[in-house]
């Protein structure tokens, strides 16, 4: 009878600790104890191959101030992050990781793989790709405004899926990456003494970034390729700002693959005119729309034959490849035939002008 008060005794034992926990050794983390990490900056190391920055203490109502380790793998960098600080840091809490584009041109394929291995990652971990030094920006920042890293989160949460900027996640990034369809995109920031400024969309090729559009690319990128929205959109070359843009985008392509046409029908109204121009009639007026819509098929057909050469695809254009009772193009089939493809641009475009026109 005592053996088996003792056995229950013990099952009973037992059970209350995988009730507590998944290990019989629990991890002692008190809350208070337990630091979340808000953001890693990756960038070249001086003799290791990275240097990992994250600012502390992400919450707690303590001085911030800006950690950096040296390492030649991202979890050494944890580790080392843990020893120089005295509260854990939880990569459960990690919510951008940004990296610079000296790293992004050589390949971030290793640096995604091992943290999506991390049970602990969150599903909304914004990526980026930073020029300049960013270690140096966010000590310049720090007493001016001490929740830098929660400002910069906010951003991108904000900014998610309105197509003004481009804002992907890593899980995002990572299906993209894994399909022949398209190539990955990925937000570009130059941080630069106190600024911390968007400059346009990453491509890459595979892991590797090798082009960031420049100022009208982008806004051409967020029209045909994003959200068809622009809230503003300015054409310095002809000093004028077009505002409420919308766009209807049709791609066509023929049987052969030898031929792309894309149409773009594009409606807004003119916000403003810094030139002297007559677009108070209808005639003025229709010159002036003819004018806009030879400069964006210009401006347009040399940003796609720009992706030809690099044999780069973000617009997902293999994916006109299906035929029914036909799969799609392969990769390598694929990136050949965009390579030589005819490309042709149409834009059809119609401007709620200023004032009301006057007519003939």
Known sequence: MKHKHIKIHFIIFVTIIFLSSCSPIPEKNLIEEIAPVTF???QKGEEEDYRMSTLIPPLVKEKKRL??????LLKEGMQGFNLKYYRELKVGQLRMLLISD??????????IDTILTDPDISKRLYVAIVKGDFDEYI??????????????????????????????????????LHSPANSP????????????QYQGTGIFKNDKLIETTNNMEEQIYQLIGNDHFLKYFPIRDLSFVLGHVTANVNWYMDKTYSELKLTVQLNGRLD???????????????????????????QTTNFLKKLQENKVDPFQLRTYTL??????????EWSNRWEQMEVTVDYDLNIQPLTDIKTD
């Not at 950690?67 to 030649?72: I, N």
């Open 272 to 298: 403003e005119i810094a030139r002297e121009q007559n677009v108070l009639t209808q005639d003025g007026l229709s010159t002036f729309e003819t004018e806009i819509e030879l400069y964006l098929e210009e």
């Open 185 to 196: 995109v990925v937000p570009v920031f130059e941080a630069s003494g106190g600024n911390f």
């Open 40 to 42: 890693w900056s990756i």
């Open 102 to 111: 000296e790293i992004a041109k050589e390949g971030i394929r290793p640096l």
């Open 67 to 72: 950690l950096t380790v040296q390492v030649d």
């Open 139 to 176: 000590n310049s920042q720090l007493a001016a405004q001490k929740d830098l890293d929660y400002y910069l989160y906010r951003m991108f949460k904000h900014y998610e899926g309105q197509g003004k900027l481009t804002v992907v996640n890593l899980h995002q990034f990572m299906k993209m």
């Open 323 to 332: 035929r029914p009772f036909s799969k799609p193009l392969n990769k390598e």
